[in-house]
């Protein structure tokens, strides 16, 4: 019998299996203390340091350049360790290097704009190997009829976290100050590595041939794999395609929601929740959907469908026309969870075991090497064109990428089928 994504029932259900419930459970307290540094972090620097706008924008670049400047080789590093082990001396690492901010600025010691881009450079690179160790190690927690599952209570989570974690940050900021609001983030990483050392599951050893061959090699063999195997290219090159024009989006959507809007901070910080709560309810129905419609047909049935409310963005106009742009924006974000958790879940179950590290640091480096090019043509095309033609082209380009997933052989599929 075919073996599929979802024509096989799992086993037993997610919530009472031991060891996702751990990893799943460390893993949403990380994300929530994630979001709080996103705040914390910039705000130290101003508050502390009084850094300039563009020194802040550096700190914040420092933690997405490791993406674009390790994740290659760290594709193939990944494939030679053991996972799990690789999870928590991360996270054990990311705790100490959190921590070390809020120790700064004890009596008698001086906390530093480099020691904040040290920390986020370093954290960034922490993070780019937990990333895609962890897209590894979860086929390995989980069966294939389970991937689907287990990735949209992630999604799910991972959007509860971007909605409540800057609100967190901002009453931690508030009580404890920018610096210490960062000790909650460390005691996450502590939490996530105390999960993860709870997981009983043995990991398969790592294949001995992977140790021989040289870093080189295995980056080009994950590249190849990428981009040779027919559906996986277009997956990532949809995937690629909407970061770049979703970029754009993002460079404008401030100064489009504050200038043309004409909203307060705090309606800005009301609307852009409204995207998170949409992920979520992605993440919740991204299962539901998968079953009812396939595995596989899912992936380019939800960005058509459900990203089309989109262009009512770029409709919004002041007063109660303002309401248009957090309706796209909550689609959007469900679309985009949706999406993302049905093409994860199809290339873990695609890739053979030993190549799962490179192939999610591939696809890391190419899909996320498109939006720094995004953030940047956004402010020139805003600048040029002005913000809400430049939102009509996001949406639009945000739209099209779909047609790479949609002209091809998953069109003709319902399910991933078994690769064996």
Not at 191 to 207: D, T
Not at 311 to 340: D, E, S
Request: hydrophobic letters at 55%; charged letters at 10%.
């Amino acid at each position: 019998m075919t073996d599929t994504l979802t024509d096989s029932a799992p086993r037993r259900s997610l919530w009472r299996h031991r060891d996702f419930l751990l990893l799943w459970g460390g893993q949403s307290v990380s994300e929530i203390g994630s979001a709080i540094t996103v705040l914390a972090l910039p705000l130290a620097a101003v508050v502390l340091l009084d850094a300039s706008t563009f020194q802040v924008g550096l700190l914040t670049a420092m933690s997405t350049v490791p993406f674009l400047l390790v994740a290659l080789p760290a594709g193939a590093l990944v494939d030679r360790a053991a996972k799990h082990r690789l999870m928590m001396w991360c996270d054990v690492g990311r705790l100490l290097l959190m921590a070390s901010v809020p120790l700064a600025t004890l009596p008698g010691l001086h906390l530093t704009y480099l020691h904040l881009l040290i920390v986020a450079l370093a954290a960034g690179v922490l993070t780019v190997f937990f990333d895609v160790a962890y897209q590894s190690y979860l086929p390995v927690l989980l069966e294939r009829g389970e991937l689907v599952d287990g990735n949209g209570k992630l999604g799910t989570t991972q959007a509860f976290a971007q909605f409540a974690g800057p609100s967190l940050g901002g009453v931690l900021v508030g009580a404890l100050g920018a610096a210490r609001a960062l000790i909650v983030d460390a005691a996450s990483y502590g939490l996530s590595a105390v999960s993860l050392l709870l997981i009983r599951m043995p990991e398969p050893p790592p294949h001995p041939s992977h140790k021989e061959r040289r870093i080189r090699d295995g980056i080009k063999e994950g590249l190849h794999f990428v981009v040779r195997h027919p559906i996986l290219r277009k997956v990532v090159a949809c995937t690629g395609t909407s970061n770049l024009f979703s970029s754009m989006l993002l460079a404008v959507e401030i100064p489009f929601m504050v200038r043309t809007l004409h909203l307060t901070p705090s309606g800005v910080g009301a609307v852009l929740s409204l995207a998170a709560v949409g992920g979520m309810v992605g993440g919740l129905v991204a299962r539901p959907l998968a079953q009812r419609f396939g595995s596989a047909r899912i992936i380019w049935l939800a960005p058509l469908v459900l990203g089309l409310p989109t262009f009512l963005a770029p409709l919004a106009t002041p007063g109660w026309g303002a309401l248009f742009y957090p309706a796209g924006l909550t689609f959007f974000g469900m679309m985009a969870v949706v999406y993302n958790v049905a093409q994860v879940s199809y290339r873990q179950a695609i890739t053979p075991h030993a190549l799962l590290g490179r192939m999610n640091a591939s696809v890391r480096f190419i899909v996320w090497g498109t939006m720094p090019l995004g953030a940047l043509l956004g402010g020139l095309v805003g600048t040029w064109l002005g913000l809400r033609p430049t939102l009509w082209i996001a949406v639009a380009g945000s739209y099209a990428a779909v047609a790479w997933v949609f002209f091809s052989p998953l069109r003709r599929m319902r399910d991933v089928p078994d690769p064996g």
